[in-house]
């Protein structure tokens, strides 16, 4: 995540690798051992228990879609707290629909092309999971249909059937826009009249996921333009305090099975979708990441760097994986050591798999979509002036 004059929130991308990460569990578990999500579902292996305490961080992909929206927020709008002028900004708006647009087609035919090649499989091990969900991935191989549906379908119609981690890629373009046109427009108005817009984009979009960017481009004001906030939270007790509230607030599950730990939550801040308490939550980890050096550390070491460079492309080619190649790893091993085992025992292959699919990505076709819509804006916005 590149910031003004080249420097770079390396924690940030450390904490976006990890996040993805997070996704990648949590659906390998959706698909495979649904009752972590849904209570309608048989508990296999204690997984209601464990939705009710707060390790299901570990695969709330919710949570961690929100924080990659909040992220964006902070890190497409701190360039312009640290000096950056109103062209970076133009030629960011024109660059941003082809920079997420030419992967994300990409993916959906890729997604097409595992489906002919290998079929969706996870539907054979429903009978061991307990799900009856055979539509996480179309049966049909329609190349025509999966490109439109990645160039076009899932920005502006709502429809991503061949790889569906595609419903967060309309909000990711459009809290995008948002955040490129409002920044520059209130960024260096007075303090108060900042932080009214704010308040008001906020409430405009409370109940939607547009509200997570606000969230960001509020954090990045904070951090960036008000020294009394970067005083406090200098306070390790007080980085701590909001870190630990972070992630209460972050761990709100999906149901609650048995004892509520999150009552709290659900008393301040009622919300069945989940997002009032992930927004807030992101927000508060955010703000408090930057002056807790453990934390830090890790987020800056080369494990999760590595991750945070593979995200985008992790993001988009895991989950059509998961339901094609990866359900044939676990297939054999049920037989042999039983469903529990099999899936503990594949986890790592598939992730690997997961991975290793991603740097191609990454490589041949995320990094072109950098480098060509860099090229698009610098030439178009050349033409404007």
């Not at 690798?17 to 999500?37: E, K, N």
């Not at 930057?290 to 999760?304: C, D, H, I, T």
Request: net charge positive.
């Amino acid at each position: 995540m590149k910031s003004v004059g080249g420097q770079r929130f390396a924690s940030l991308d450390g904490l976006r690798g990890i996040a993805c990460v997070v996704v990648v569990i949590c659906h390998y578990l959706q698909i495979y051992v649904p009752a972590a999500f849904e209570r309608n579902y048989p508990d296999l292996f204690g997984e209601k228990w464990l939705v009710n305490s707060p390790l299901n961080l570990l695969f709330n992909g919710h949570a961690a879609v929100i924080l990659f929206f909040v992220l964006s927020g902070f890190v497409l709008s701190a360039p312009f707290f640290r000096g950056v002028g109103w062209g970076w900004y133009a030629r960011s708006i024109i660059k941003r629909y082809p920079r997420l647009a030419i992967p994300a087609l990409v993916s959906s035919l890729l997604a097409c092309g595992l489906i002919a090649v290998f079929g969706v499989r996870y539907v054979e091990l429903n009978a061991y999971s307990g799900s009856n969900v055979t539509t996480f991935l179309p049966t049909a191989v329609d190349f025509r249909l999966a490109a439109w549906e990645g160039a076009i379908g899932s920005f502006f119609d709502g429809k991503f059937s061949y790889n569906p981690v595609l419903w967060t890629i309309r909000a990711e373009l459009f809290g995008s826009l948002l955040v490129l046109v409002l920044t520059p427009l209130v960024g260096r108005l007075p303090a108060w009249v900042r932080y009214a817009v704010y308040a008001a984009v906020i409430w405009r979009f409370a109940d939607n996921n547009m509200v997570a960017f606000a969230f960001g481009v509020l954090a990045s004001d904070l951090l960036l333009r008000q020294p009394r906030m970067q005083v406090v939270l200098s306070r390790s007790w007080a980085s701590a305090l909001v870190f630990v509230l972070g992630l209460y607030l972050l761990s709100k599950p999906y149901y609650i099975p048995y004892v509520n730990f999150w009552w709290p939550v659900d008393w301040l801040m009622p919300d069945p979708t989940m997002l009032k308490p992930h927004v807030t939550g992101a927000f508060l980890l955010i703000l408090s990441i930057a002056s807790m050096a453990p934390v830090r550390g890790l987020l800056e070491g080369r494990a999760a760097q590595f991750l945070g460079r593979q995200s985008y492309s992790l993001y988009l080619v895991h989950f059509p994986l998961l339901g094609t190649l990866g359900a044939l790893v676990i297939l054999p091993l049920v037989a042999r050591v039983g469903y529990g085992w099999a899936l503990l025992l594949a986890f790592p292959v598939v992730m690997a798999l997961c991975l290793g699919l991603s740097v191609i990505f990454n490589r041949w076709v995320d990094e072109k979509a950098v480098s060509f819509s860099s090229w698009l804006a610098g030439a178009l916005w050349r033409e404007r002036r």
